[in-house]
């Protein structure tokens, strides 16, 4: 059965600081997608990975793809009160199903 | 931007009763899907359609499940006999192709409460 496990599953955080969101899964895949999820609204596409050693950077995020050991990181830098959302990695399953991640619910303090 | 729109936003329904979940995918898309995310849970994969017919579908997809696009341009979601636990957000989203690098668009869900 495919897993794709996120951790940490909860994240407070100070504004300023850095952290990383990982993402782990189980089998191979040819893609990889992070979403951005705010409460009670819809899910954003952030990035789509393709290849290993992928990196693609918007704003003060940043994710990066490693097939080789099954991880993606999504990588949060300075932050600012308004990254605070839930983040998913969803991993491609076939030509047209996603099996998403938990979810990590970000919490950026003043 | 063009965007995936839903209908209704929220729902409440009594138990046994059918629902339709109503939605627009964006215009030049082929590709249409049906999440679901129970309260507090991931979201979950229920149902891929191509081409009028269902490409793919999960174990929760079960025969209380169906879809349809009636037209051109809505894609529905049909619940015949509602349980307590088909409570949840219902996402549709779509895409352009499938598989590697293709983007899926989620329109902003129908919250459907059970009682």
């Known amino acids: 059965e495919l897993k794709v496990e996120q951790n940490p599953l909860f994240l407070s955080m100070q504004e300023g600081k850095n952290y990383t969101i990982y993402c782990n899964y189980s089998?191979?895949?040819?893609?990889l997608y992070w979403y951005r999820q705010d409460p009670g609204k819809s899910l954003e596409s952030l990035f789509v990975?393709?290849?290993?050693?992928a990196v693609k950077q918007e704003g003060r995020l940043m994710a990066s793809l490693d097939t080789k050991a099954r991880l993606s990181t999504l990588h949060i830098t300075a932050a600012v009160h308004d990254l605070s959302a839930t983040y998913f990695c969803?991993?491609?399953?076939?030509?047209?199903?996603?099996?998403f991640g938990q979810g990590t619910r970000l919490t950026i303090n003043p | 931007e063009p965007e995936v729109t839903q209908t209704p936003s929220h729902q409440v329904t009594q138990m046994g009763q059918e629902v339709i979940l109503r939605c627009v995918p964006i215009?030049?898309?082929?590709?249409f899907y049906w999440y679901r995310q129970i309260l507090g849970q991931k979201v979950e994969f229920l149902v891929s359609?191509?081409?009028?017919?269902?490409?793919?579908k999960s174990e929760i997809f079960d025969d209380q499940f169906s879809v349809e696009r009636p037209d051109g341009s809505n894609f529905t979601l049909k619940i015949r006999s509602t349980k307590l636990e088909d409570s949840a957000m219902y996402f549709c989203?779509?895409?352009?192709?499938?598989?590697?690098?293709?983007?899926?668009?989620f329109g902003e869900g129908s919250w459907l409460t059970v009682v």
């Open positions: 989203a779509s895409s352009v192709g499938q598989g590697s690098g293709n983007t899926i668009y």
């Open positions: 089998t191979t895949s040819d893609r």
């Open positions: 990975l393709l290849s290993n050693g």
């Open positions: 969803a991993l491609g399953a076939g030509a047209q199903k996603l099996v």
């Open positions: 215009s030049n898309h082929l590709y």
């Open positions: 359609f191509y081409n009028n017919e269902i490409s793919e």
